[in-house]
């Protein structure tokens, strides 16, 4: 299974970077090298990021908690709809609206709203109204579907929020590091890894190299699934619409301590080094 892993990501093209005058200092550990102005990410460091972030997936899954995938590029969109949809898991991939996660009650209401625009389209499909206010609320239903679909579903704040690019989506990484959720990202030679807990070096330019990565990450929820299912757990793992208690507040000026960060530390998975 390693073995095809590893075949499958070279396959996609993970391991070509940006170009090297663009490149972030930060991301050097991952790099193999240089060849026609373009970084070669090392792609035992990509094995070894996406296996720790499969195993972080599992456990809080199993522990009841939930995942949100965040793509808003061209390139993830697709990908991310059909992954993670299969997987019934939470995605954004057309706009990360600011207070997501920080602001959660708020949008809530929001989707409170949407079923209720969606009630009135399915009685009677907004005949009773004028064609003014018809115009209106289905620009409004348009809207609101478009940006929060994918997270309709999601009842409290999630316990990993994945991202694809975090220079696209420093918004979402911020509201996470805010309430101490953990992050995991796929990031190219030109990102910041000290933004996610757990890094993925790789293209993240490339569709085929984004859908191999949220595929595994995808299997990874979906074991997690089935071990909650196995075990009987409740799934009450996580925090809900009202937000962290004051007391799951990290401290003022230092990043939160997560699980996805010790484990970052620990050993690879058996596996990730045979490559």
């Known amino acids: 299974m390693a073995n095809t892993l590893v075949q499958d990501l070279i396959e996609a093209g993970i391991h070509f970077g940006q170009r090297a ?5 930060k991301m050097g550990s991952y790099i193999y090298g240089k060849r026609n102005g373009i970084h070669i990410i090392d792609i035992k460091e ?11 997936i599992a456990k809080s899954v199993a522990s009841g908690k939930d995942v949100v995938f965040v793509g808003t590029k061209r390139q993830a969109k697709s990908v991310l709809e059909q992954r993670v949809g299969d997987a019934k898991m939470h995605y954004v991939t057309e706009r990360w609206l600011g207070g997501t996660l ?4 708020t949008i809530r209401l929001r989707l409170k ?28 239903l348009a809207k609101i579907k478009r940006n929060l679909d994918g997270i309709r579903k999601m009842e409290k704040l999630p316990g990993a929020l994945v991202v ?4 696209h989506e420093v918004t979402a990484l911020k509201e996470a590091r805010k309430l101490g959720i953990p992050t995991i990202a796929l990031i190219d030679t030109d990102g910041d890894p000290e933004l996610v807990d757990i890094p993925i070096p790789g293209n993240d330019d490339s569709m085929k190299s984004i859908d191999v990565v949220v595929r595994e990450l995808c299997l ?6 089935q071990s909650r299912q196995l075990s009987g757990e409740n799934p009450s793992g996580g925090d ?7 007391g799951d507040q990290p401290r003022r000026g ?3 301590q997560t699980r996805a960060g010790e484990l970052a530390n620990q050993e690879v998975p058996e596996g990730a080094s045979a490559q």
């Open 113 to 140: 709203r949407l079923e209720e625009l969606e009630a009135i389209q399915n009685s009677d499909n907004f005949a009773s109204y004028s064609k003014k206010m018809e115009s209106q609320l289905k620009r409004e």
């Open 21 to 25: 005058s663009g490149w972030n200092p």
């Open 102 to 105: 920080t602001n959660f009650r």
């Open 220 to 225: 990874a929820v979906v074991d997690g699934r």
């Open 164 to 167: 694809i690019d975090v220079k």
């Open 240 to 246: 809900d619409a009202s937000g962290p208690g004051r």
């Open 254 to 256: 230092r990043r939160p």
């Open 46 to 56: 990509t094995v070894k990021g996406l296996l720790l972030a499969k195993k972080f």
